[in-house]
């Protein structure tokens, strides 16, 4: 390993081991490591042009491992001991980033990765907050199963194509206050959540929203909206802006019981109703 001509290496199930300390690889690329169940500690500083790290099923490893500028891609799962992760400063070329099941993170810091296109969270039950106050490359946002998660600002996100929140049945407040280019946005059991304000979205496309129970108010609705489905959100009561949906190519309207369907627009009444599907 000292011959540093390595350009991938994948090391695992090594359950005992505690710390983990790279040698000088300075043209490794790929790093994956798993099934180190003790594992605390990583020690990366020789890694001086790693593109991609994988660390999974590491379930003693509390944070970040110091690695190289040149990141790109980080994925971590079942890293369950992790509180933080603060890539803020450090991974400035970082443009995918995916945590599964890091069920005691608390803190996501990515403020200052200014490449980061593609983020996905899944399971991190402590997280409360995410705030994205500049991520001007973002194009993709995925939220599952983040129960703790109050909040959720894409305030500094403009380059937004894709947002999907699933099961983060404590959400209260999204705020998408300037979001020019999202075309696909999909709710679905988001329980606390009680208003969806589409209008910083003037490009919206797709809008799907399922089984948020508390969801009273969907607010302005854009007029290049081309698929609306609604879906056993039982106290909605207003849809502001659907008497404007000039665009609407279909429709579903299902189990929303004060949405009666006489009081629909004539040319919303007449739109083909589409199948139950989630984009």
Known sequence: MTTGYFLDLE?????????????????????????????????????????????????SLRTLPSVATTLRTLNLAYCESLESLKASSSLPNLRDLRLHVCHKLKELDCEGCGSLEHLELGVCHKLERLQMPSLPNLR????????????????????????????????????????????????????????????????????SV???????????LPRSLETLRLQKCRQLQVLDGLDTLTNLRGVRIVECFHIAEESLPENIKRLPRLPYRWL
């Not at 699933?166 to 206050?177: K, S, V, W």
């Open 210 to 220: 399922a089984e948020c129970g508390s969801l009273k108010r969907i607010s302005v």
């Open 11 to 59: 090391l695992d199930h090594c359950p005992k081991l505690e710390r983990l300390q790279m040698p000088s690889l300075p043209n490794l690329r790929h790093l994956v490591l798993g099934e180190h169940y003790g594992l605390k500690e990583v020690d990366c500083g020789g890694l001086q042009s790693l593109e991609l790290l994988t660390v999974h099923l590491c379930y």
């Open 140 to 207: 993709y946002l995925e939220l599952c199963k983040c129960y703790g998660l109050k909040e959720v600002d894409c305030g500094g996100c403009g380059s937004l194509e894709h947002l999907f929140l699933y099961d983060c049945n404590g959400l209260e407040r999204l705020q998408m206050p300037s979001l020019p280019n999202l075309r696909h946005l999909d709710l679905r059991e988001c329980y606390g959540l009680k208003e969806v304000d589409c209008g910083g979205l003037p490009s919206l496309q797709n809008l």
